[in-house]
């Protein structure tokens, strides 16, 4: 009983209006993202929050993430980045499946991001959605972007603004003409030490009340780190420990629902080749 409970609660966020938080906000986003207002802990996957973060990656990189939802076995996302440094900025490619056979959502995602000076980063994405909803809605796609804006106000202190699906695209153009909600976050990170940063960001998706997403990480040792951090509007709790040796890091992490329970996530994510340094 507790299954069919769950997995109607998450369809229910699956219609079409509400299908953007469902597969561009996995659960443990807030873990995967925290990098996004850093310049010493961004990563390729932290780029998927903002596109303009792309400006400060160095080096080519993939990754790769699952993570089974409330631990049902029909509500698995699996995800994968790969990210490479071009002159001074970086290009990106991120996709995403969410489901199973008879109802999932994919995303496949291009982005770029670019310095513009010392202090400013910009970036833009450009998003391909997929819907099947055999028994309700059928099968349905849409193409839609976003931008982003970076700000390194000290060496320590960066702020952001994003902005997706601005142009409100629709999954069809019915007379009901169900859109894709907005999604505008303002950001702040703070990277205090080597070992140290934390962060903070407002969001606000159409139809859906403020959240606040807030984290740190805290390097124990040269090759472990810590993260953790809530959603306030789900009040989603999120904690993890990662591992880096020779290129390589591997995060396993969960996330807690009061209601819903366990959500855990498996991350892979190597980086090679020469490190970058972008000329502005």
């Known amino acids: 009983m507790k299954s069919i409970i769950i997995i109607c609660f998450v369809w229910m966020g699956w219609v079409p209006r509400g299908a953007c938080q469902a597969l561009t906000q996995p659960i443990g986003a807030r873990y ?6 850093s310049t010493r802990f961004v990563d390729v996957y932290a ?4 596109p303009a973060a792309l400006a400060q990656l160095t080096q080519t990189a993939v990754a790769l993430y699952a993570e ?6 029909d509500l698995n996302l699996y995800t994968g980045s790969l990210g490479m440094p071009v002159g001074n900025g970086a290009f990106a490619l991120h996709g995403s499946y969410f489901g199973f056979n008879l109802q999932n959502q994919t995303q496949l995602q291009l982005a770029y991001g670019r310095k513009l000076g010392t202090k400013v980063d910009v970036g833009a994405a450009f998003d391909y959605r997929g819907l099947n909803q055999a028994s309700i809605y059928g099968n349905t796609r849409v193409l839609t972007g976003s931008v982003g804006l ?5 060496p320590k202190i960066s702020a952001g603004l994003y902005a997706y699906n ?3 695209a629709a999954w069809s153009k019915s007379e009901q003409q ?3 909600p907005s999604r505008y976050t303002l950001g702040m990170g703070y990277d ?3 070992k140290f940063f934390m962060s903070a960001e407002l969001e606000h998706e159409e139809g859906a009340n403020l959240n606040v997403n807030a984290g740190f990480q805290y390097r124990l040792l040269p090759q472990f780190f ?3 951090g809530i959603a306030t509007l789900t009040t989603n709790y999120f904690v993890g420990i990662g591992m880096e040796l020779s290129g390589f890091r591997l995060d396993v992490a969960t996330s807690y629902h009061p209601q819903l329970g366990l959500s855990p996530g498996l991350l892979l994510l190597t980086n090679f080749g020469k490190k970058t340094t972008p000329t502005p």
């Open 32 to 37: 995967l993202g925290l990098g996004t207002y």
């Open 47 to 50: 780029t998927r929050n903002n």
């Open 68 to 73: 089974r939802r409330f631990l049902q076995d």
């Open 150 to 154: 970076m700000l390194h106000l000290s």
């Open 166 to 168: 601005p142009i409100r």
């Open 178 to 180: 169900e859109r894709l």
């Open 192 to 194: 205090a030490s080597e």
């Open 226 to 228: 810590v993260r953790a």
